[in-house]
């Protein structure tokens, strides 16, 4: 099985691109996210790659971020997604957009990608959002998930003190102060005890 390729970019397009190494050309396909990042041709390329083999054929797919390829192959496990349109989910978000479309429930977000439809969403946001711990184990999804949570929370602490009658700048800069004093995880509940401690 071919997991990593270093060579010369001999083509590409966002269909597919073809290496050279050592004389051999091996086509790659690529998420755009990768496309868009790849030097010109001539120049030397570095990708992490998925074999996928078929019974009539063996394909490569090749990601510029490890991130990528292991949200590939979860997207893969996906009741109805095969390599494609998992290369093609990939072209229209990222893996920390993904994990925090999961982490909040955004089923919008999944439909707007081209070639996922309601049905198909739904199958991501219910056979991904449990594996979120296991997407996480790259170090930037967990920063994503971890950031995004937190929004979250901020978030939901300025609804619930702009719903008590405080306005919005007064909310957000008590809940700055909280945060600044809180250590440890941040609750929604911590947060707004400590705000309303800071208004008072």
């Given at each position: 099985?071919?997991?990593?390729?270093?060579?010369?970019?001999h083509f590409k397009s966002p269909e597919h691109l073809i290496i050279d190494v050592d004389g051999i050309g091996y086509q790659v396909h690529v998420p755009l996210t990768?496309?868009?990042?790849?030097?010109?041709?001539?120049?030397?390329?570095?990708?992490?790659?998925?074999?996928?083999?078929?019974?009539?054929?063996?394909?490569l797919y090749g990601f510029q971020a490890?991130?990528?390829k292991a949200l590939f192959i979860r997207l893969m496990g996906v009741a109805g997604i095969g390599p494609r349109l998992a290369v093609n989910i990939l072209s229209g978000i990222s893996p920390a957009e993904l994990a925090e479309s999961l982490l909040q429930g955004d089923l919008a977000r999944l439909i707007s990608?081209?070639?996922v439809g309601r049905k198909?969403?739904?199958r991501i946001?219910?056979?991904?959002?449990?594996k979120l711990p296991a997407?996480?184990?790259?170090r930037d999804i967990v920063l994503s998930v971890k950031n995004a949570a937190a929004e979250a929370v901020i978030n939901d602490a300025v609804s619930a003190l702009v719903n008590l009658g405080y306005k919005k700048g007064?909310?957000?800069r008590a809940i700055d102060q909280a945060q600044q004093r809180l250590q440890g995880e941040m609750t929604l509940e911590r947060l707004l005890k400590e705000s309303l401690r800071a208004l008072a």
């Open positions: 099985m071919i997991a990593h390729i270093e060579g010369r970019l990768t496309f868009y990042e790849l030097p010109d041709v001539g120049n030397t390329v570095v990708l992490h790659i998925h074999t996928h083999v078929r019974e009539d054929a063996l394909q490890q991130e990528e990608i081209p070639g198909t969403a739904e946001m219910l056979e991904m959002r449990d997407l996480a184990a790259d007064v909310a957000q």
